[in-house]
């Protein structure tokens, strides 16, 4: 018997069922951050050639079932008695309607991950699929669901309506002429290994025997691996991937009420009148939003400002303060401005010659100012010098 498992006429032995699940690969494809559930998918024993065909029929349950399928046809439109010439047929027509996979992630903010998590997980039964994994934490859980291909939009938009969506990609991954191509390889394979076992069934040698089932033996490794890719292609797209994060959505601290304290200096005066404004704005969540409405006609944005009226008139000055969130609140003070007095001619001119009066009065004065002391300096000092002299004249008089 040869070492691989196969007898002298060709036919499998039992122990050579081989465990085709999806060990040799994580379920996520190449983008693939979860471990693979622990399920497997064993394939029946079968005759050389049928092994080309499919790994197992499909449970007669699976169509009704919610729960993981145990096992998986490689060649959805044939049965199980199809024979190896009607496969090829069977394997191009299916990859000529496509094979594509579809994955989707998303990021929802909630108030509890477990009881988010518990909700995703019923999703995927209700649409006929099952959970992929699953993690919990108190602060974050993250589910992945498999979800027939035929069921996937409903249960993508199920699973959105958990919490808050902070973030969502999908993408998706035409496989076709890759399905097509393991096909082939596995065909060549199977066409392979059973020329091989003729020629071991003819040979009369021992060495020669030996050799050839060690080049069986390479061939099985082979086909396993091809089948293992085929039945987690045939998965992928069978079994759309939903990967949903749920975190725990933190309250932050309560904001204050917006509230608002709007000073005027001066209230009231005569036009033109000019007018400091101030703004002061607290609680809610900044960067505020300051805006004035003068009552005159004119409007302005900032906190700080200087306004001037320039009629006379009672304003109603409106100011708007609104904050981050888009909170606003409103409050308002009086500007009361009057005309100046009005002059006649005569008056004016009055007013002029007072005015002229008073500026030679003090010019007079300012000159005195300065003149006083020069002349008390030269007094002081002329005066003695002057009797010095008149003494002199005296003496020499009387001399």
Do not use: C, W
Not at 165 to 170: A, D, E, I, M, N
Not at 328 to 351: C, D, K, L, R, Y
């Amino acid at each position: 018997m040869g070492l691989a498992g196969l007898s002298k006429n060709g036919a499998t032995s039992s122990s050579t069922a081989a465990n085709y699940g999806l060990s040799s690969g994580s379920p996520f494809g190449n983008s693939g951050s979860y471990p693979p559930s622990d399920s497997t998918q064993p394939v029946a024993s079968s005759s050389a050639s049928q092994v080309a065909i499919t790994l197992s029929t499909v449970v007669s349950e699976s169509s009704s079932s919610q729960s993981v399928p145990s096992t998986i046809s490689l060649n959805p439109g044939s049965s199980s008695s199809s024979s190896a010439q009607n496969s090829p047929q069977a394997e191009n027509s299916t990859a000529r309607n496509g094979f594509i996979e579809f994955f989707s992630n998303v990021t929802l903010e909630v108030t509890s991950s477990q009881s988010a998590l518990s909700k995703a997980e019923a999703i995927a039964y209700t649409y006929g699929g099952y959970p992929a994994f699953s993690s919990y934490s108190n602060i974050s859980s993250v589910a992945v669901l498999r979800i027939p291909a035929s069921n996937y939009v409903q249960a993508l938009s199920q699973v959105e309506g958990l919490g808050n969506l902070t973030g969502q990609s999908s993408y998706s991954n035409d496989v076709s002429i890759q399905y097509t191509d393991l096909n082939a390889t596995l065909q060549s394979l199977l066409t392979e290994q059973a020329s091989l076992l003729r020629l071991e069934n003819s040979s009369n040698s021992l060495n020669a025997t030996l050799l050839l089932e060690g080049q069986i033996q390479n061939v099985d490794a082979q086909i396993n691996q091809i089948q293992s890719q085929i039945l987690q292609t045939r998965l992928l797209v069978d079994y759309s991937t939903i990967t949903a994060t749920f975190n725990v959505r933190v309250p932050g601290p309560a904001l204050l009420p917006l509230n608002m304290k709007l000073t005027a200096t001066p209230v009231s005066g005569l036009s033109p009148l000019s007018v400091t404004f101030n703004a002061i704005v607290s609680g809610g969540s900044e960067p505020y939003i300051v805006n004035y409405n003068f009552g005159d006609g004119s409007s302005y944005q900032g906190q700080s400002l200087i306004h001037t009226f320039a009629s006379a008139g009672t304003f109603n000055v409106t100011v708007t303060a609104t904050d981050a969130l888009g909170n606003a609140i409103e409050n308002f003070t009086i500007i009361h401005v009057t005309q100046p007095p009005a002059t006649n001619e005569a008056t004016s001119f009055g007013s002029y010659a007072f005015g002229l009066l008073v500026s030679v009065v003090e010019g007079i004065i300012e000159v005195a100012v300065v003149l006083l002391p020069i002349a008390l300096v030269v007094g002081i000092v002329l005066i003695p010098f002057r009797n010095r002299l008149r003494a002199a004249k005296k003496n020499e008089i009387k001399s």
